[in-house]
């Protein structure tokens, strides 16, 4: 398949899994996952009108970066350590993988030196598996309001990870607990402002994802391949 059949395929499940779950297929952002590809398809992406670029490491989005920073918005989605804020601050507008409160600190450190805000998803861990990054449910109350001393991070929403095997709608109750997780938080008054959005849905399980509330899918090898293909 060529990339405008990727793109237009992935467009109609999004469209039908809207259509099942009663919502507007505008509600839904797509992120394209470059990890598994380089700079020239990367551009390729770009070209054929794809807003909005997730990379989870900066070493391998470097080059696509450097080559393209200027076009697209770009999303860090993965785990980030606090020493490499630095690289990361200015260049991606969104953050996926907040995790921790020591992360959060430095964002805004480094975030009030740029004079920039980046928008944040705050990363749970639903499932509670313990290989899975994120916080726990009940810490992000806390987390929340901490945030509200972090002026230059823009908490809009929240991120997960559903388990990786396993069928799609194996992921549903993880997907249907951080949209949950969403409405307590909004509720309790802890967020500065209601969070808005919510990242979850990959290319095994995004409809899934989508019929559970989905407002940011993080797409890679469904969407933009992988090179070897
Ligand atoms: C790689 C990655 C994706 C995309 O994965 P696919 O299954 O290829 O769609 C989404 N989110 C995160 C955090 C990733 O690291």
Redesign the pocket.
Known sequence: MTLEQRIAQVNESIAEACKRAGRSPEEVNVVA?T?YVSAEMTGKVLDSGVEHIGE?RWQTARPKWEALGDRGTWHF??QLQSNKVKDIIGKFAYI?SLDRLSLARELERQAAAADIKIKAFVQVNISGEESKSGMLPEETFEFMRRMRDFPHIDAIGLMT?APLDGEAEAARPVFRGLRELKDRLNASGEPAKPLEHLSMG???DFEVAIEEGATWV?????LVGKEED
């Open positions: 996952v990890k989870n989605i993965g996926h990870m990959m290319s095994g993080r797409l890679g090898s469904i």
